[in-house]
């Protein structure tokens, strides 16, 4: 049985992830410090599929404890989530963001590299592009510079592997997200809201149930058919199963290049305002919101080309908006009984 890694395998997308990789025959283990996360997950997550990961409770910014993990454990790939994400606290916590996302992945490459271990799928952003000059992205647009030391921890992330699959031959895909959103269909698995949300679908779902006032609206004034940002929101399951696409890709030796790279979102863009019409739509009823000014560091507009994850990966969304939408509403409400 081929077995996984999943680091951050407890997180949202990683959890989802896990999930796709059980239904496919994977043995899963899982490495998650529950800095963002909770053991429920875990319990959630067999409950889907019925099969318990193996999971273990190391921080990878410790070497040493790196080192013992891949000493006690025959790894054949692995899934690399852990990392901080949030845009806004990576600029008033910098290095806590660098030593978190850079030590972490520089320790887990130094043991897959002394050991042989090929196949390493990299969790990266649609942050790297900032502002594409071109719509819809594709992934010869240039990187720009970071906007944060999150979206920097990415681009940097990137060269590390690929210097690293240049040098020693490992085999590595980073995943360029769009918007993740949603929730398992089961409503067993979705995104934690631990703390004010900074994303905008769990702030919609939180102000419809109630527990936040309204939602700000980040601008109206943006060059866009009604002045509000737009972006590219893709379900989470449909992001998960980019994930085993690109793992078996690795493990059956078709990647044309040691080290390559895929735009993962819908090829849709939606704007705020288009988002909240949906989503009253899936609610049947209207969302408290107040437009207010735009938030530092936000682009205009970013969405996928997909025609290189489309054809190299035979993998494609399935799920639209007003379902994705329709999920991460049960899921908020799913909350409230636990
Ligand atoms: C989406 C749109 C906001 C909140 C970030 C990271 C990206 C990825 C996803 C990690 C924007 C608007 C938001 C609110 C609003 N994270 N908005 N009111 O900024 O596109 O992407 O999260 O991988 O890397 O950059 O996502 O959900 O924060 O914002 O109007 O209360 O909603 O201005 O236009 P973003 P978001």
Same mark, same amino acid.
């Given at each position: 049985?081929?077995?996984?890694?999943?680091?951050?395998?407890?997180?949202?997308? +990683?959890?989802?992830?896990?999930?796709?990789?059980?239904?496919? +025959?994977?043995?899963?283990?899982?490495?998650? /410090?529950?800095?963002?996360?909770?053991?429920?997950?875990?319990?959630? $997550?067999?409950?889907?599929? @019925?099969?318990?990961?193996?999971?273990?409770?190391?921080?990878?910014?410790?070497?040493?404890?790196?080192?013992?993990?891949?000493?006690?454990?025959?790894?054949?790939?692995? $899934?690399?989530?852990?990392?901080?994400?949030?845009? @806004?606290?990576?600029?008033?916590?910098?290095?806590?963001?660098?030593?978190?996302?850079?030590?972490?992945?520089?320790?887990?490459?130094?043991?897959?590299?002394?050991?042989?271990?090929?196949?390493?799928?990299?969790?990266?952003?649609?942050?790297?592009? @900032?502002?594409?000059?071109?719509?819809?992205?594709?992934?010869?647009?240039?990187?720009?510079?970071?906007?944060?030391?999150?979206?920097?921890?990415?681009?940097?992330?990137?060269?590390?592997?690929?210097?690293?699959?240049?040098?020693?031959?490992?085999?590595? $895909?980073?995943?360029?997200?769009? /918007?993740?959103?949603?929730?398992?269909?089961?409503?067993?698995?979705?995104?934690?809201?631990?703390?004010?949300?900074? /994303?905008? $679908?769990?702030?919609?779902?939180?102000?419809?149930?109630?527990?936040?006032?309204?939602?700000?609206?980040?601008?109206?004034?943006?060059?866009?058919?009604? +002045?509000?940002?737009?972006?590219?929101?893709?379900?989470?399951?449909?992001?998960?199963?980019?994930?085993?696409?690109?793992?078996?890709?690795?493990?059956?030796?078709?990647?044309?290049?040691?080290?390559?790279?895929? /735009?993962? +979102?819908? @090829?849709?863009?939606?704007?705020?305002? %288009?988002?909240?019409?949906?989503? %009253?739509?899936?609610?049947?009823?209207?969302?408290?919101?107040?437009?207010?000014?735009?938030?530092?560091?936000?682009?205009?507009?970013?969405?996928?080309?997909?025609?290189?994850?489309?054809?190299?990966?035979? #993998?494609?969304?399935?799920?639209?908006?007003?379902?994705?939408?329709?999920?991460? #509403?049960? #899921?908020?409400?799913?909350?409230?009984?636990?």
């Amino acid at each position: 049985m081929t077995r996984i890694l999943v680091t951050g395998g407890l997180g949202f997308i +990683g959890s989802h992830t896990v999930v796709e990789l059980q239904n496919r +025959g994977y043995e899963v283990v899982i490495i998650d /410090n529950l800095s963002n996360t909770t053991l429920e997950v875990l319990h959630n $997550i067999k409950a889907i599929t @019925g099969i318990q990961p193996i999971f273990i409770n190391i921080d990878l910014r410790n070497q040493k404890e790196v080192n013992t993990f891949f000493n006690e454990h025959a790894i054949d790939g692995v $899934i690399h989530f852990a990392a901080y994400k949030a845009v @806004g606290e990576s600029v008033s916590k910098p290095l806590a963001y660098y030593q978190n996302n850079l030590n972490s992945l520089v320790y887990l490459l130094q043991e897959l590299t002394e050991r042989g271990i090929g196949n390493f799928i990299f969790s990266s952003s649609c942050t790297v592009y @900032g502002q594409a000059d071109e719509l819809p992205i594709t992934e010869k647009a240039p990187i720009k510079p970071a906007e944060s030391p999150y979206g920097y921890s990415k681009q940097a992330g990137e060269i590390i592997i690929k210097d690293t699959c240049k040098a020693v031959g490992l085999n590595a $895909i980073a995943l360029r997200y769009f /918007n993740p959103i949603g929730a398992h269909p089961s409503i067993k698995i979705g995104e934690l809201p631990l703390g004010v949300p900074q /994303n905008l $679908i769990p702030y919609i779902t939180q102000t419809a149930a109630g527990i936040r006032k309204e939602l700000s609206v980040f601008g109206n004034d943006y060059p866009t058919e009604d +002045g509000t940002a737009i972006r590219d929101y893709i379900h989470v399951v449909d992001l998960a199963k980019a994930h085993t696409a690109a793992l078996r890709r690795l493990i059956e030796k078709k990647n044309k290049e040691n080290f390559e790279v895929f /735009n993962i +979102g819908t @090829g849709k863009g939606s704007s705020v305002l %288009e988002v909240i019409k949906a989503f %009253e739509k899936v609610t049947k009823k209207p969302l408290n919101y107040k437009i207010v000014g735009k938030r530092e560091g936000d682009v205009t507009a970013a969405y996928a080309d997909t025609s290189m994850a489309n054809r190299e990966l035979n #993998w494609k969304t399935e799920i639209s908006l007003e379902t994705a939408l329709k999920s991460a #509403w049960q #899921w908020q409400q799913a909350q409230k009984k636990s």
